[in-house]
Nanobody
Framework: QVQLVESGGGSVQAGGSLTLSCVASRLTQRQSAYCMGWFRQAPGKERETVATICLGGGSTYYSDSVKGRFTISKDNAKNALNLLMNSLKVEDTAMYYC????????????WGQGTQVTVSS
């Protein structure tokens, strides 16, 4: 079972920045088979995709709501995933979850425990 440990959440004022990190361990396939990503869930809302990246080719995806403000990156040597969040908005407030999955089984995700991000006005 893949294990994911997140860090870096916290409280910040609108317009500020935060960086989230996630380290994966116990990968069951070769590293290049995996994609990883950040997802978030605000109270009373469904979990949504924030950004994803595949460890093999490095292709990325960003939701429209964060495009141009957030940057996802990977450190293959450390099995680590980062999310640089700039120009944070109050509506970015949510629990952020790191996930990892094998590319050909995208519905079978491994999840971290989550880290809270709170943006105040």
């Amino acid at each position: 079972q893949v294990q994911l440990v997140e860090s870096g959440g916290g409280s910040v004022q609108a317009g500020g920045s935060l960086t989230l990190s996630c380290v994966a361990s116990r990968l069951t396939q070769r590293q290049s088979a995996y994609c990883m990503g950040w997802f978030r869930q605000a109270p009373g809302k469904e979990r949504e995709t924030v950004a994803t990246i595949c460890l093999g080719g490095g292709s990325t995806y960003y939701s429209d709501s964060v495009k141009g403000r957030f940057t996802i990156s990977k450190d293959n040597a450390k099995n680590a995933l980062n999310l640089l969040m700039n120009s944070l908005k109050v509506e970015d407030t949510a629990m952020y979850y790191c996930a990892a999955w094998v590319q050909w089984t995208p519905n079978d995700k491994n999840w971290g425990q989550g880290t809270q991000v709170t943006v105040s006005s």
